[in-house]
């Protein structure tokens, strides 16, 4: 099948600014996370007058508590890209983590580097943090410095694009955007089928979501043989991101000693090769299946190489589709790939925007304790925790399930405010920026912004876990004890959760099983739940 040519996104810079051409000189911010040749910032660079500007800062990993594997995926991809740039003869000023202890934040230095070099304007695409391009948004307005923010053409629905789609719809649903993306961009789309009243391509084998076959577990015998990702030593430049990290921020947690990520482009495509040849066709079915020891499956891995920009979202989607029409994968392991790419990825960046500020600041359940500080260490009696948060911290990195119904769902349960949950998931993981990582906390894992794109809240008792993991084998607690020295905190504290929020989950026609499941219950039974989950939400600690 001939590899499609996907227009980009409307509204989207496909041409440096018109005001580059003035003869002002520009500086040109390149972030950390808009690491690829074809960003339109550097496509608005003249080398003759321009320079390039790219920053490490400390307070870019103690905004929040930073783990040193996120750090050092970021600042390593960083360098890489400098080095790339500097070999092409770009003009550019890098300054380094060590560089000014006195001026730790990254919009202070860059108000140092326009004081020095004092542009006549600075240009940048858009960032993916609101905090951060507010940040210069302000630092400009006090310099009385111009500054151009392009659209960030890497996104296949640039930010007009989804708020215009957008405004067509009450409740924003995921489902109905992700088959607008399938129409306008050709994916996995019957063009040799007929066509519906309108006149529009069917999706390939009649159905737009393939959800239901792909939430399989392991059999009792365990995942078995599975292929293992494409990995990659680090090499002198990693190495050196690594003793500078242990040099300026020690204390930060998480582990260096198995770092595997991609931090180039070429290492990022050849993560992609090996996915789609050796992984995808057995995603599919156990995408949301979990498994001790097991932190990868079949999942791709490449989610920090596609936020990081080293991969094109729509040469990712090509691969996979081609893999399909080759006979390579099945159609459901492709479109549930495809799904999460095409359909969510683009969808949260675009509900991201919608919603800031107020998003980071949502609780719609009112919640107020403190994250357990084993969030931190993975030192707790419950194994699904355990294994979660151990694996989290040991690579920076846990599958979709596991931070929705693991790491997420206790939040919610726990009724741990958002906030500090959000803060969390910032912070630990290797694909982590604020585009993403909020609202898949904030407004999916917690239900913090009560539902204004999800249909309920997620939330299940420890019998999910054990159905689809082999984490509650050899547990302190069991998954079907509600109370008593046995009973699970995840349990508990679910069946507490419907018994507080019983009548709001049964006008939800998506929760009303559950509300009629704590109905059942009687009186002294229900009791018995309130009592244990107040002695576990008492001292969350020591679960």
Known sequence: MPKKTLPPPKGAA?????????????????????????????????????TALMIEAPGESTHVWSSKPRTAVFLS??????????????????????????????????????????????????????RLR??????????????VFLADTHFMCSLADFADWAAGYKQLRMEFFYRMMRKRHGVLMDEAGERDSKGELQPLGGQWNYDAENREGFPKTGPGAITPPATFAPDAITQQVFADIERVLPDHPGELGHFIWPV?????????????????????????????????????????????HLLDPREVIEAAEAAHHAGRVDLASAEGFIRQILGWREFIRGVYWLKMPGLAQANHYGHSRKLPAWYWTGKTNMACMRAAVGQTLKYGYAHHIQRLMVTGQFGILAEI??????????????????????????????YADGGSFVSKPYVAS??????????????????????GPRACPVSTLYWHFLHKHEAVLARNPRTALMAKSIGRLDKDARQAIVDEAQRMLSDLDAL
């Open 264 to 308: 180039t482009r070429e290492q990022a495509l050849e993560a992609l090769a090996q996915f789609i040849e050796h992984r995808l066709p057995r995603f599919g079915p156990t995408q949301d299946a979990m498994w001790t020891d097991t932190p990868f499956a079949w999942h791709a891995l490449l989610s920090s190489s596609l936020n990081l």
């Open 462 to 483: 420890g019998q999910y876990i054990k159905r689809m993991s082999n984490y509650c084998e050899g547990c302190a607690y069991k998954p079907d004890v509600k109370a």
């Open 77 to 130: 991809a960083m360098r890489h890209f400098a080095a790339e740039l500097r070999a092409a003869a770009t003009p550019l000023i890098y300054t380094m983590l060590a560089d000014w202890p006195e001026t730790p934040g990254l919009i202070d230095r860059l108000g140092r580097h326009i004081d020095t070099l004092k542009p006549g304007r600075l240009v940048l695409t858009e960032p993916g943090d609101f």
């Open 14 to 50: 496909t041409a440096p600014p018109s005001a580059a051409n003035d003869g002002a000189s520009q500086l040109v911010l390149i972030l950390g996370d808009q690491l690829w040749h074809a960003n339109p910032a550097l496509r608005a660079l003249n080398p003759a007058t321009d």
């Open 417 to 446: 405010e958002p906030q500090q949950v959000c803060d969390w998931y910032l912070a630990v993981y290797v694909d982590a920026i604020d585009w993403v990582e909020l609202p898949n906390t904030a407004g999916m894992a917690l």
């Open 134 to 147: 507010t940040g210069i948004e302000q630092l400009c307005r006090a310099r009385k410095l111009p500054v």
